[in-house]
């Protein structure tokens, strides 16, 4: 894995972002996104300084890692050829200002892309924590109705 495969999943514009680790004093984040070759990477880094990062490891995502999707459902999303529809929406004005000026620092194209970028990564978060806590509720009724606890672990383990 190359320092700069790790560095092009950091402008996937559907990237994933999770929380990793503390290490000492020091905060690590974890992503999971697609580089240009279409590899979907997991990468934990730290933000130094305001706007440097420092990558600490990068390796090939897997669905073990308990991410919001699966490599292979984001693998699926990111497809060159994925259906699109045009909507309308109205912004305010500043805001698209605003839009324009962050999308070509963040790497963006322009300001729709980082548009979808972000709706992308905020209904990935929302759709992982509805199903999280689904799961949890189903898996807390299993447990009040005496469902022994191996059996439920092995079913999880299964589903993954």
């Given at each position: 894995m190359s320092f700069e495969d790790a560095c092009e999943a950091f402008f996937d514009?559907?990237?994933v972002v999770d929380d990793e680790e503390v290490a000492g004093e020091e905060a690590r984040d974890a992503i999971v996104g697609m580089?240009?070759?279409w590899q979907v990477l997991y990468v934990i880094h730290t933000i130094r300084f305001g706007d440097r990062f420092r990558i600490f490891s990068a390796r090939e995502a897997t669905p073990a890692k308990g991410?919001?999707?699966?490599?292979s459902e984001l693998k699926n999303r990111l497809q060159k050829d994925r259906p699109m529809i045009s909507i309308s929406?109205?912004?305010p004005e500043d805001v698209i200002d605003d839009l324009?000026?962050?999308a070509?620092?963040?790497?963006?194209?322009?300001?729709?892309p980082l548009i979808r970028a972000y709706i992308g990564q905020g209904l990935r978060?929302?759709?992982a924590r509805l199903e999280s806590s689904s799961i949890d509720s189903f898996v807390e009724s299993l447990r009040l109705r005496g469902v022994d606890e191996d059996v439920i672990k092995q079913a999880l383990t299964d589903s993954n």
């Amino acid at each position: 894995m190359s320092f700069e495969d790790a560095c092009e999943a950091f402008f996937d514009p559907f990237l994933v972002v999770d929380d990793e680790e503390v290490a000492g004093e020091e905060a690590r984040d974890a992503i999971v996104g697609m580089t240009t070759h279409w590899q979907v990477l997991y990468v934990i880094h730290t933000i130094r300084f305001g706007d440097r990062f420092r990558i600490f490891s990068a390796r090939e995502a897997t669905p073990a890692k308990g991410n919001a999707m699966k490599a292979s459902e984001l693998k699926n999303r990111l497809q060159k050829d994925r259906p699109m529809i045009s909507i309308s929406m109205r912004i305010p004005e500043d805001v698209i200002d605003d839009l324009k000026r962050v999308a070509p620092q963040l790497g963006f194209s322009g300001y729709q892309p980082l548009i979808r970028a972000y709706i992308g990564q905020g209904l990935r978060q929302d759709i992982a924590r509805l199903e999280s806590s689904s799961i949890d509720s189903f898996v807390e009724s299993l447990r009040l109705r005496g469902v022994d606890e191996d059996v439920i672990k092995q079913a999880l383990t299964d589903s993954n």
